[in-house]
Structures are given as C-alpha cells and as structure tokens.
C-alpha cells in the first residue's frame, strides 16, 4: 500500500510540475505578448507623433508662402504701371493718347488678374439698393428713377466666391 501512495504522490507531483511548467510557459507566452504589444505600441506613438510634426510643418509653410501666387500674378501690373510712369515723365504730345491707352490696357489687365482669382465686382448705376453689398453714401432725388436705385458709384464692391470682401458705395435716389 505504501507503494501505491508513494507512485500516486509520485505521479501528483509531475503533473503538479507539469501544470506548473505549461502555466510558467502560457506566462512567458504571455509576457512576450504583451512586450510586443507594447513595443507595437510605442513605435505606433512615435510615427503619430513624426507625422503630426511633420503635417504641422506643411501646414505652416504652406500659409508662410500662400499669397506667392497672387505676387507672381500682379508683378506684370506693376512692370506696366511703371512704364506708363517712365512715359509720362519723358512727356510729348502723343504721350497723352498712349498714357490713355497704356491705363486702359492695364485695367483691362487688372479685371482679368481679379477675375482669375474669383473676384467679381459690382455696384453698377441702375442697380437696387442691397444693403447685404451697397452702403448709401448720399441720398440725391431724381424723378425719373425708382425710390433706391443707385445713381452714381463711388467705389465698386468686390465679392470674394460669395463673400462681401468691400461693399459699394453709392449714392442712391429718394424721392
């Protein structure tokens, strides 16, 4: 009987070391698991991190240099005003004429470089009094025209897409 007890505690104590050993194994399983986890997890952190410094870094450079296409666009408007400039100083009779022509060339350059960059103007005579884009400078009383309408313009209005970046001011008819 001896024996029997002595090969069944024999046999408990293995399996116990076994269990032991499978649980000491599933621990170090476990263990590299979650080392790698956290490796993983750090190294996710890090490039998060690279790019969120880096994406900022874009972001800054490109405001930092936003408006560098509309200078490049309005560079030529200035070469032509200096020239009408050198024109006018050096003065002949047909300077006039061509001082003239030179202007209306380089508002014609102007409207298309504003137009180019989704600038539209308004504030035309005839038009209705929109206070969402007119500010009524004065009030003159013409007979012939409708309560509101403008009659003259001051300064045009410009919208931006569909933003009021200057309102026009006018001045407009009350009877």
Do not use: C, W
């Amino acid at each position: 009987m001896a024996e029997k007890k002595s090969s069944k505690t024999k046999k408990q104590t293995t399996k116990k070391k076994e269990i032991k050993n499978k649980t000491k194994s599933n621990n170090n399983e476990l263990q590299n698991k979650i080392d790698q986890l956290e490796d993983k997890h750090i190294r996710l952190k890090a490039e998060f991190e690279n790019f969120r410094k880096r994406k900022n870094k874009e972001i800054s450079l490109f405001l930092q240099y936003d408006g560098e296409s509309v200078i490049k666009d309005i560079l030529p408007i200035i070469d032509d005003i200096e020239r009408m400039v050198d024109s006018a100083e050096k003065g002949n009779k047909d300077n006039e004429r061509s001082l003239i022509e030179g202007m209306n060339i380089l508002k014609t350059k102007i409207e298309k470089f504003l137009e180019s960059k989704n600038l539209e103007s308004f504030g035309e005579k005839g038009e209705i009094l929109d206070p969402e884009l007119h500010d009524a400078m004065l009030t003159q009383k013409d007979n012939k025209k409708d309560d509101n309408t403008v009659l003259d313009v001051f300064e045009k209005g410009y919208l931006y897409h569909d933003k009021v970046i200057r309102h026009a001011k006018v001045v407009i008819n009350k009877k």
